[in-house]
Nanobody
Framework: VQLQASGGGLVQAGGSLRLSCAAS????????MGWFRRAPGKEREFVAR????????TYADDVKGRCTIARDNDKNTVYLLMNSLRTEDTAAYYC?????????????????????WGQGTQVTVSS
C-alpha cells in the first residue's frame, strides 16, 4: 500500500495550492479518503474527507469555503485544492484512506478510523 502526496510548497498568504495523493496497492474506489495536517507543536488535525464514490464531502470549519476535496477513481488520486491560504495553514499535509462508510461527523474526522497514511507534503504560507 502506498499513498504518495505531492504539491506542497511555499506560497504567500492569499495564494492557492493543489495537493495530490496518488494511491496504489489497494482498491482505491472502495475507500473514503481524507486529508489531515500537522502544524509544528500541534496534533494532527482533520482537514477534509470525501466518500468512496465522491458523492459526499466533509470539511473542517476553518477550511470550509476555502478548500475543495475531489477524487478521480480512474486515476486512483485524491486532491485538495486550497485557496485564500493563511499563515495558520502552514503544516505538513497527509492523505489517508478509510475503508468504511462513516455516518457521524465524529467518526469521519477521527484519525484512528483511517487505515492507510501517506508520508506528507509540506505547505508553508508566508505573510
Amino acid at each position: 500500500v502506498q499513498l504518495q502526496a505531492s504539491g506542497g510548497g511555499l506560497v504567500q498568504a492569499g495564494g492557492s495550492l493543489r495537493l495530490s495523493c496518488a494511491a496504489s496497492g489497494f482498491t482505491f474506489s472502495n475507500y473514503a479518503m481524507g486529508w489531515f495536517r500537522r502544524a509544528p507543536g500541534k496534533e494532527r488535525e482533520f482537514v477534509a474527507r470525501i466518500a468512496s464514490s465522491g458523492g459526499g464531502t466533509t470539511y473542517a470549519d476553518d477550511v470550509k469555503g476555502r478548500c475543495t476535496i475531489a477524487r478521480d477513481n480512474d486515476k486512483n488520486t485524491v486532491y485538495l485544492l486550497m485557496n485564500s491560504l493563511r499563515t495558520e495553514d502552514t503544516a505538513a499535509y497527509y492523505c489517508a484512506a478509510d475503508p468504511r462508510y462513516r455516518s457521524t461527523l465524529g467518526s469521519r474526522v477521527s484519525v484512528g478510523n483511517y487505515n492507510y497514511w501517506g508520508q506528507g507534503t509540506q505547505v508553508t504560507v508566508s505573510s
